[in-house]
């Protein structure tokens, strides 16, 4: 018997990634004001931010090319007319080259699998971190390795199990109950990881597991469906992290992030406790793994 499969088919990643570009150029121009660039407000602006013809004549480009651009048509962009468009656009590093990547202008690509192979020393190096939480993830958040204190602080994401159900910090974050999940504060960090993921996302648009996994995610969590529309990006960089434990109550750490040459497009990133509380907290739960809510906090 066959089987239809009514679903639409997936758009071929050049035309993905046009697409993308489109939707980040308007996200970017709307966040630019006429009065940040010298020009006058103007009466009735039905949108927020520039318009086009007003970025197209600062950019020192044709009206029509840029319309085209933002409307993804197929047509070459060089690098010196995006370099004058992510000038106008006030394009930071990381923003910048996703531009770049985007517009199909990157030379650099990304060789390893999703899953790639890690050296048997990464799991002693790890090992040897502990009581620092700490983990290896990919650019999706796909968790790799990790040690003693990383499982004891987030043991939904390294024994996934519904609501979470997988091995990746992200999509725990986004759909572990309230009630339940490790984030405190959401509203600062949140964003930044979606930002980052962007960013990621820009080197592998139209690859299968790439598309699957950001439509499942927007799927099951509105909340990030509402930020990954905002277009954002964002580079890697520390930040407090505040987590909170049921048997110790509110952590924080400072949480750095680590390139390795060996598996490219992964990260190391390890949990320093911000003072001895925090450290003492972290220690207790690597010493009781497993152990349930109760009154013993920090004995």
Not at 82 to 98: F, G, K, P, S
Not at 124 to 144: E, F, K, M, T, W
Not at 162 to 169: L, T, Y
């Amino acid at each position: 018997m066959t089987v239809l499969d009514d679903r639409p088919a997936a758009a071929p990643a050049p035309e993905k990634r046009r697409t993308e570009l489109a939707a980040f150029l308007r996200a970017c121009r709307a966040r630019i004001t006429p009065e940040a660039v010298g020009l006058p407000p103007g009466p009735r602006r039905r949108t927020p931010g520039l318009r086009r013809e007003e970025l197209a004549q600062l950019a020192g480009v044709g009206i029509t090319w840029y319309t085209w651009l933002e409307q993804g048509r197929p047509i070459n962009a060089s690098e010196q007319v995006l370099e004058a468009v992510a000038r106008t656009l006030r394009l930071d590093d990381t923003e910048r080259d996703h531009l770049f990547r985007l517009a199909g202008l990157s030379t650099v690509r990304a060789t390893d699998p999703a899953l790639p192979f890690l050296d048997p020393a990464t799991q002693l190096i790890l090992d040897q971190l502990s009581p620092l939480p700490a983990a290896v993830s990919n650019g999706r958040y796909d968790l790799l390795a990790h040690n003693a204190a990383y499982d004891a602080l987030f043991p939904d994401a390294t024994r996934p199990k519904p609501p979470c159900g997988r091995r990746n910090s992200m999509w725990c974050a986004f759909t572990v109950p309230a009630c339940c999940n490790p984030f405190v504060n959401r509203e600062a960090e949140l964003p930044r990881m979606v930002g980052v993921l962007r960013g990621a996302y820009g080197r592998h648009i139209g690859e299968p597991a790439w598309e699957e996994y950001i439509r499942d995610l927007a799927a099951a969590s509105p909340e990030f469906r509402e930020l990954w529309a905002r277009q954002e990006v964002a580079p890697p960089r520390t930040s407090l992290k505040v987590f909170r434990h049921a048997a110790v109550g509110d952590l924080r750490f400072q949480a750095s992030y680590l390139t390795m040459p060996s598996a490219p497009e992964c990260y190391l990133v390890v949990y320093t406790p911000e003072g001895p509380a925090d450290r003492a907290g972290v220690e207790w739960l690597t010493a009781h793994p497993g152990t349930p809510p109760a009154d013993h906090r920090h004995d």
